[in-house]
């Protein structure tokens, strides 16, 4: 009795099939991987120390420095002229992050997040999120504005505080009339004059992206399987 033999012959549909989502996974899988790397690096700049930078007219800000960096300022709160960021939830929650200009003694400001508070559906009423005026120095890591992920075009409205959502560095230098130094201090959990400061440099590390990379790889692999598994034919 002649032993079963087959032939390396694939089909024409299962070679396209395989040669357009092979790619195609691998890609997904490799984009994975890069991300890991990225939110490694911004986990570990999240967690260095060094010693603090001051800011003034002639910092850079986030245009020179790296971002969470630790730095200092000292001026005063313009407690007149807030911005409360909209859309932020914390533990299932929604709520506000408190924006407070520092106004420097040469005169530029620097946006401070005091951190974040509850949003009462309730009522049209402003939170209180009054501070001093009184000369302080306030320390924290450097950030960027949060970014929407489309970039649209927006308006503020009048009066104060102001309610906004992905504000531009020109935008709120408009409504304040006033120079910031590029990007915003996360205010450190042990000052004064705070909200709610769990600050983190993202929601989930790079783990989870490792984790999607090796499922789109694995995906990768099994297409290979099922398709040599189909190209393999019995011959007589």
């Known amino acids: 009795m002649n032993a079963t033999r087959r032939r390396f012959r694939p089909g024409v549909p299962a070679t396209l099939f395989t040669a357009f989502f092979l790619p195609l996974l691998l890609a997904l899988g490799t984009w994975q991987l890069n991300r890991a790397g990225e939110k490694q690096v911004l986990f570990d700049d999240f967690a260095a120390g060094g010693d603090p930078v001051a800011l003034d007219a002639a910092s850079p800000g986030l245009d020179g420095l790296r971002r969470y960096a630790p730095v200092q300022a000292a001026g005063r709160y313009l407690g007149a002229r807030q911005f409360l960021l909209d859309n932020w939830v914390e533990d299932s929650q929604a709520g506000y992050r408190v924006l407070t200009p520092l106004q420097l003694a040469d005169g530029v400001a620097v946006l401070v997040d005091r951190g974040w508070i509850p949003r009462d559906f309730s009522t049209d009423v ?70 709610r400061r769990e600050w983190r440099p993202s929601d989930f590390g790079p783990e989870r992206h490792i984790g999607y990379a090796v499922q789109w790889f694995a995906l990768a692999i099994t297409l290979v399987v099922l398709y040599l598994a189909w190209s393999f034919r019995k011959t007589d």
Do not use: M
Request: proline residues 13%; charged residues 25%; hydrophobic residues 40%.
């Open 126 to 195: 402003a939170p209180v999120i009054d501070v001093s005026a009184e000369p302080r120095t306030v320390s924290g890591k450097l950030d960027r504005l949060p970014r929407p992920g489309i970039e649209l075009e927006t308006t503020l409205a009048p009066g104060w505080p102001k309610v906004v959502q992905f504000p531009s560095r020109d935008e709120l230098e408009g409504a304040l009339g006033l120079r910031l130094v590029p990007g915003l201090v996360l205010l450190d959990a042990d000052q004064p004059d705070g909200f």
